[in-house]
């Protein structure tokens, strides 16, 4: 049986097709822009996301007939995208108004400062109780307010009456079915959505005006959304093999492959977490259906909900913006490299950073601090630093925003859990050497799944258990396998490091005014 999914993400677009016990057998990917009109602003072309969406799908099915194998023999779709990322488009036309404001963008940031004002507290966090985040730029909420305030489009559209809002599983389910939805992952990262009662919050809405009537429906995360449709006719063999086939979508980051183990999807028997690096690093700690307020910088955000009449299970989570994206900024800006793959062989090339510190908080910091104003900086630098110093300090870089995030979900477990392994994924886990000072920075073992593929793979498992193909039962039984890393240093060396990273941290924030 061959199940599918579409990832859809900052740095790429990507379709995979696997067997159901985890074997890729094809995929396709393209690499897409993200656009910086101004410092600060970071913007992504919609139609340039469903384009290469649909030129994946058309290329790896080309590549399954070239196998021997009929797209045809595809069961389900998942879909796997960057969240908080915000797109409007005309659902007359069906084309965007603009471009997408992407997570990363810090546009917003008065706007955020003069919603806090706005609240009784005065406090970035008087909502967490209700949609367990802060007043933050990082959210789609003050984007969409953005976009209502300052594109002239956007608001006639509004008036026409055929406004629609979505992140970018929305958008694409609109291009792809006709559909306007999202689900509960997806909507909880909009900050208008009440973890209560599982639907967009009245109070939200109605404080930052957004209206009710632009929003997509809150479905599951598994379950039937709808079908392909003829009219996308890019997509030409999309259409003519996947034109009987039903679409699920679940979030890219919680997908369910690695967030918990097997069983504990639903009955959560041990707290587990998994860190996915991608452009940020997203880190994740299944706490099942309770949903906690975090004390210590962490968001209360829906894990998943498999299926309609599932619970809906919760998770704490640190989320950073400091990931893939310093290699990227290594490759585009600085042309330290070409390829992100010879990050690990210039680092190797010496033994430690020689004292250099690297934050790379270009648009400010996430998990814990919450810090728009924040903007990278190197420190330690003397005559003698060389670009492979640059280079190894921007690793361990992701690997001290990783740990600040197990600190704090140790700490708002009131330090009765410890994470004493932590599973990872993404891009970044093909590097050993980042895996290495991962569990050294860490002190904790590191496990990475053998396939590369977990959150793509993730969301075509969700797919196929919506689709009743595989029970979350059998899914149980499949024991994934993983290269394991284990910290090797004294301990009082790494609360040292651990310090010192702290401290370049705190002279990174309140730059920008």
Not at 180 to 209: P, Y
Not at 255 to 274: F, N
Not at 400 to 423: G, R, S, V, W
Request: charged share 20%; glycine share 6%; net charge negative.
């Amino acid at each position: 049986m061959l199940i599918g999914a579409i990832d859809q993400g900052t740095s790429s677009s990507r379709f995979l097709v696997f067997e159901d016990n985890g074997d890729l057998v094809a995929s396709h990917q393209i690499e897409v822009r993200q656009l910086f009109p101004h410092p600060g602003w970071v913007e992504m072309d919609p139609i340039e996301l469903i384009n290469t969406v649909t030129e994946c799908i058309d290329m790896t099915c080309e590549k399954l007939r070239n196998f021997g194998i009929s797209p045809s023999e595809i069961q389900s779709v998942g879909i796997a995208n960057q969240r908080e990322t915000t797109v409007v488009w005309d659902r007359d036309s069906g084309q965007p108004l603009c471009n997408a404001i992407v997570w990363l963008d810090t546009r917003t940031s008065q706007l955020a400062q003069e919603y806090i004002d706005k609240t009784d507290t005065k406090s970035k966090d008087s909502f967490k109780s209700v949609a367990g985040l802060p007043i933050h730029p990082y959210f789609s909420a003050l984007k969409l307010r953005w976009l209502l305030d300052n594109v002239p489009a956007v608001r006639e559209c509004r008036e026409r009456g055929s406004l629609m809002f979505g992140t970018v599983d929305s958008w694409l389910m609109f291009k792809l079915t006709g559909v306007h939805c999202t689900d509960v992952t997806n909507a909880s990262r909009t900050l208008l959505f009440d973890l209560a009662t599982r639907s967009w919050s009245t109070e939200l809405c109605n404080f930052f005006q957004i209206p009710t009537n632009i929003l997509p429906e809150i479905r599951s995360s598994a379950e039937i959304y709808g079908h392909f449709i003829e009219d996308n006719r890019r997509c030409k063999v999309l259409w003519r093999a996947l034109q009987s086939l039903d679409v699920w979508v679940i979030n890219r980051l919680h997908s369910s492959d690695t967030v918990v183990g097997a069983s504990e999807i639903i009955h959560v028997l041990e707290i587990q977490a998994k860190t996915t690096y991608g452009t940020g690093t997203f880190m994740l700690c299944n706490t099942g259906e309770k949903a906690i307020v975090s004390k210590n910088g962490l968001l209360t955000t829906v894990a998943f909900q498999l299926g309609s009449e599932s619970p809906m299970c919760f998770a704490l989570e640190g989320s950073g913006s400091i990931g893939g994206n310093v290699v990227r900024f290594l490759r585009d800006n600085f042309k330290f490299i070409k390829e992100a793959s010879e990050m690990e062989g210039i680092c190797r090339t010496v033994e430690d950073t020689d004292g250099v510190f690297f934050v790379p908080c270009f648009t400010g910091l996430y998990t814990p601090q919450w810090d728009p104003t924040a903007r990278g900086i190197i420190v330690g630098l003397t005559q003698c630093t060389t670009i492979a110093h640059i280079c190894l300090a921007a690793l361990r870089a992701v690997a001290f925003q990783c740990t600040e995030m197990l600190e704090a979900i140790e700490h708002d477990m009131e330090n009765t859990t410890k994470i004493n392994t932590l599973k990872a994924d993404g891009g970044m886990t093909a590097n050993t050497l980042f895996n290495e000072l991962q569990a050294e920075i860490a002190g904790r073992k590191i496990e990475t799944p053998r396939n590369t593929e977990i959150s793509a793979w993730g969301a075509a498992i969700a797919a196929a258990i919506g689709a009743r193909l595989i029970s979350i039962a059998d899914f149980g039984t499949r024991q994934a396998k993983f290269a394991r890393f284990e910290p090797k240093g004294d301990s009082l060396v790494r609360e040292v490091e651990m310090a010192r990273w702290k401290d370049a941290v705190r002279r990174a924030q309140n730059w920008q005014k």
